[in-house]
């Protein structure tokens, strides 16, 4: 995620963003245009930076390569932190898990997985899911491969979040045509309008009433209560957020490797607004109403706002930065 702000100049409430952003920069003790910002990890704070957000803005004229390709020219390089299930061909990141639950009386059969295995897996998918009729949601093929490989449970989301958060210009152009087409899938599904709820394990600053976030890359949400208790720790944090009418939040159940998670996936870029973080009393009703102890864990009400309302062109934005190109293969 991304802080629109610094802590110690929180929009004031009921005031103008774009406003205050002006008045902002004319003010003599002002900062400077790029440290007005500092960056976060999934709402996580992890170091300040000089510069601003890398942003993403998908291209008439770009023409990504096939998903399946691009992903064949790509080592997976902490393969051995994951396994592939020889019963079941499914990819985890916890085999002893994964076997407890679904081959309880088998012996434990496993390897670590190969990109190979994961194009093979999109591949599978991709036929499964025009078996079941699923044409209407228009996705082309890389798109829906692109989507699809996002949600396993390897290094490649982790990686793609990394260098959709950075200014690296090698990671862009390693993984641009796996977000490009992510993006364009999700702009072709629905916006979601249910409450959501996203779990991090992990404590979380900078989200002070008031103050507008930026989520940099991809972010996953959930409306199953169920869900969230297996994503938070004691003292982890959670957010509720209350999507907008034209949200970016789209859910991908039918898409994903996980379909129990109702997973909804917001796309790059998405800006929040803190209502509040909830009191003791409020915690304890809402730990009683989702079914399980919250512990210490914080939790924050946002609201999804549109991009413009938190001054982006102003506060973010010296120009529109655009995709870097895509080297041939060899």
């Not at 902490?78 to 994964?98: P, V």
């Not at 989301?157 to 260098?163: E, K, N, V």
């Not at 003791?280 to 009400?301: H, I, R, S």
Request: glycine share 6%.
């Amino acid at each position: 995620a991304h802080l629109a702000t610094q802590p110690s100049a929180a929009i004031p409430a009921g005031m103008d963003p774009t406003g205050w952003l002006a008045a902002l920069k004319s003010h003599p003790n002002a900062p400077s245009r790029t440290c007005m910002h500092k960056r976060f990890s999934d709402g996580i704070q992890v170091e300040y930076q000089k510069q601003p957000a890398r942003t993403f803005y998908s291209s008439a004229e770009y023409r990504a390569p096939p998903v399946l390709e691009v992903l064949q020219s790509i080592e997976l390089t902490h393969g051995s932190d994951f396994a592939l299930c020889l019963i079941c061909n499914h990819i985890t990141g916890d085999i002893h898990k994964h076997a407890n639950r679904h081959h309880p009386r088998e012996a434990l059969r496993h390897r670590p997985p190969t990109m190979q295995d994961v194009v093979q897996q999109a591949l599978d998918f991709a036929s499964q899911f025009r078996s079941r009729g699923l044409h209407d949601l228009g996705l082309e093929p890389d798109e829906l491969h692109a989507l699809f490989v996002y949600t396993l449970d390897t290094e490649i989301a982790s990686s793609i979040s990394d260098c959709m958060r950075s200014s690296s210009a090698k990671g862009l152009e390693q993984w641009y045509p796996l977000i490009h087409h992510i993006r364009k899938a999700l702009a072709k599904l629905p916006p979601c309008q249910s409450l959501l709820y996203r779990g991090i394990n992990q404590r979380v600053s900078g989200y002070e009433p008031g103050t507008f976030v930026e989520w940099q890359a991809f972010a996953s949400a959930t409306s199953d209560a169920n869900v969230l208790r297996q994503c938070v720790g004691p003292e982890g944090s959670i957010l509720i957020i209350r999507p907008a009418a034209t949200s970016k939040g789209r859910s991908i159940r039918s898409l994903s490797a996980f379909r129990e998670e109702d997973e909804v996936l917001f796309d790059a870029n998405s800006c929040f607004e803190v209502l509040r973080r909830l009191t003791p009393g409020a915690k304890a009703l809402l730990a009683y109403n989702l079914g399980f102890d919250l512990g210490q864990a914080d939790v924050y009400e946002l609201a999804e706002v549109e991009e413009p309302a938190v001054g982006q062109p102003v506060a973010r934005l010296e120009k529109e930065t655009p995709a870097p190109p895509i080297k041939a293969r060899p």
